[in-house]
C-alpha cells in the first residue's frame, strides 16, 4: 500500500513563508507526476503546483512567482516552498502523487494525503 504524509503547515504572518514537505512510502517503484492542491473553507479544492519526474513544473496563476515545487525522486518526496505568504492562501493542502508502480507489480493512479493547515494571519 502506498501512503502520502504531509509536513511543515502552521501558523504564518502575512508576507512569512513555509515549506511543505510530502513523503510518498511503501514499496514504490516509480512515480509520474506529484503535486499539490489546496481547500479553503467553503471552495472547491484547487491545484497549486505540479511536477513531473522529469522537473517540469506547473503553477497556478494566483501562486506563481512566489511559490516553487521541487522534487527528491530518490526519496519520493516533494515539497513546496511558499513565500510572501497572503491571508487568501490559508487553506488545507494535500499532497497527491499520480501513476505510482510499485515493486509488487500493483498500481495506483493517483494517491492523496490527509492534507496539513496552512494559515497565514496576522
Given at each position: 500500500q502506498v501512503q502520502l504524509v504531509e509536513s511543515g503547515g502552521g501558523l504564518v504572518?502575512?508576507?512569512?513563508?513555509?515549506?511543505?514537505?510530502?513523503a510518498?512510502?511503501?514499496s514504490i517503484f516509480s512515480i509520474n507526476a506529484?503535486?499539490?492542491s489546496r481547500q479553503a473553507p467553503g471552495k472547491e479544492r484547487e491545484m497549486v503546483a505540479t511536477i513531473t519526474s522529469g522537473g517540469r513544473k506547473n503553477y497556478?496563476?494566483?501562486v506563481k512567482g512566489r511559490f516553487t515545487i521541487s522534487?527528491?525522486?530518490?526519496?519520493?518526496t516533494v515539497y513546496l516552498q511558499m513565500n510572501s505568504?497572503?491571508?487568501e492562501?490559508?487553506?488545507?493542502?494535500?499532497?497527491n502523487a499520480d501513476s505510482v508502480a510499485t515493486?509488487?507489480?500493483?498500481?495506483?493512479?493517483?494517491v492523496w494525503g490527509q492534507g496539513t493547515l496552512v494559515t497565514v494571519s496576522s
Open positions: 504572518q502575512p508576507g512569512g513563508s513555509l515549506r511543505l514537505s510530502c510518498a512510502s511503501g506529484m503535486g499539490w497556478a496563476d494566483s522534487r527528491d525522486n530518490a526519496k519520493n505568504l497572503k491571508p492562501d490559508t487553506a488545507v493542502y494535500y499532497c515493486t509488487s507489480g500493483v498500481g495506483y493512479l493517483e
